[in-house]
């Protein structure tokens, strides 16, 4: 079940790390850290806390990264 809000997102991305990765919270957790405007990006547009986190990883080819305008 997608959850509402940013942090219940953001945790439930962290959930799937760690069982996609196979990793402790901690480092499932560094990783959420250093992606975070992938994960806002998700919620934004409401995209499977599973397919996000297997995108970090590299697991799955679904582009999460928003296309930079061009000034």
Not at 8 to 27: A, F, Q, R, T, W
Not at 53 to 61: Q, R, T
């Amino acid at each position: 079940m997608m959850k509402h809000s940013l942090s219940e997102y953001y945790n439930e991305v962290i959930d799937e790390i760690c069982v996609l990765e196979g990793c402790p919270h901690e480092k499932a957790k560094t990783i959420a850290d250093s992606e975070f405007s992938n994960i806002e990006y998700g919620h934004k547009y409401r995209l499977s806390p599973s397919i996000l986190a297997g995108s970090l990883l590299g697991i799955n080819d679904c582009c999460i990264t928003p296309v930079q305008n061009k000034s």
